[in-house]
Every structure is written in structure tokens, then in C-alpha cells.
């Protein structure tokens, strides 16, 4: 799909804190509560201490998500499976800046393969090479937890990162997502510091699952709820 560009806050849930074995419905049901995107999350057990799941299953969940499939891939080295992520349907590809040497051809080679460019920040990996990569990218994911597992604690540190990064993005079209430890205590403080895509996996799926009744919307809604208070 193609998807205009805002700034209004947008709620990423990340399946990554699903019930594994019914992901088409988990979908649908935080779609139908009122998420934004479906955050997708790609791990390898290589650049990451844990492994999730591949292209196949990102084209098996495809068709139960109507809006933007956000795919984080957490995995190195990333060049030799973006067509296949793309072919599997992804509306976002965003790749890690740590992955490999050559970042500017894997985001060239995302836009190629006709998906947005994202490039995610690790907790410990600045601004500096940033600059020179603002227009190839659509999206830029800013870590506020180590990559690899959901439930992690908030790095309070990374909120002056979103402040800078704001400001060097300027009027450029460029999402600032951020990723790991959101919840309605910390959405507040990125929104205001210039975040748009706010990531939430423990925070969206906890306490219940698809079977039970679900409480995804009133945990979606909470979250958005802080964050757009903060804007005023
Ligand atoms: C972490 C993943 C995140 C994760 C966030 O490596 O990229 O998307 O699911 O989980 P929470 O919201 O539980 O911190
Ligand atoms: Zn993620």
C-alpha cells in the first residue's frame, strides 16, 4: 500500500508480543482497537541475541493486516533478503545502521525494491552519520532499548537523541519512530520530544490475549492518549 505522510502520532503495536500461534487474528484485532501500523520484528539470532521469524511468515500475515506493515529487521547481514521482505509485503523496511558497512546501499536497496526506507539507531550509536543519509530515508527508528526482546526497561538517555534528531530532520518528510519500553509513562516524553511512530509491544498486549476479551484498545488508547497530551 501507499501511505501519505504525517505527523500525527501514530501506535505501532509489535507482534512480537502476540500469542505466536495466531498471529491473523492478533492482527486483525489490534487493527480493529485502533493501532496504526503493525510493527513486524525480525530477528536472527546473529545480530541479535534471539530469533523470531522470516519472509514467510511476514507474507502469511500480509493479508490480515489492512493498513502499514512496519518491518524492523534485526538481522545482518540485512542486502540479501529485502527483496524478499518486500515481496512479502512490507510497507516499511527498516534496517539497523550497526548491520554493516554499507548502509546507504541497503536503504538504496529498499527504496529499489519499492518499500520506505527506514534506518534504525541502537541505544549506543549517535547522530553523526545520520546527516548524509536524510534523504535516502522515510523513517528513522530510534532504539530505546537494546534490540532483541520485548518487556525491556525504558533508556531514559534517548529522549535528548529524539530532540537533536528532530531538529536535523527539520521540514523533511521523515518519521521518527521509537522503539522499546513505551508505555502511557514514557509516550509523553518522546512525543514532546518530536516522535511520531511509537512502537509498543508489552504495553499493547498485556493482560489478555485474542481469546479473552482482549484489552488492546483501552491499552492502544492509553498510550495515545498520554503521548498527544504532551503536545498540547
Ligand atoms: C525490540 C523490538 C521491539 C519490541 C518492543 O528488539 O524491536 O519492537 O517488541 O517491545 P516493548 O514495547 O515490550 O518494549
Ligand atoms: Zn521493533
Redesign the pocket.
Known sequence: MSFAFDRRIKIAP?I??ADFANFGAECRAIEAEGADWV?V?VMDGHF?PNITFGPATCAAIRPHIKGVMDV?L?IAPVDPYIEAFAAAGADVITAHAEAGPHVHRTLQAIRNAGAKAGLALNPGTGLDGVENLLDMVDLICVMT?N??????KFIHSQVDKIRRLRALIGERPIHIEI????TPETAPLVAAAGADVL?????VFKGGSVGDPAPYGANIRAIRAAAEASLG
Request: without cysteine.
Open positions: 509489535s512480537l508480543s510493527h520484528d541479535v524492523h534485526m532499548v534490540p532483541g526482546f520485548g518487556g525491556q522503539d522499546g519500553g513505551v512502537v509498543a509491544g508489552s504495553a
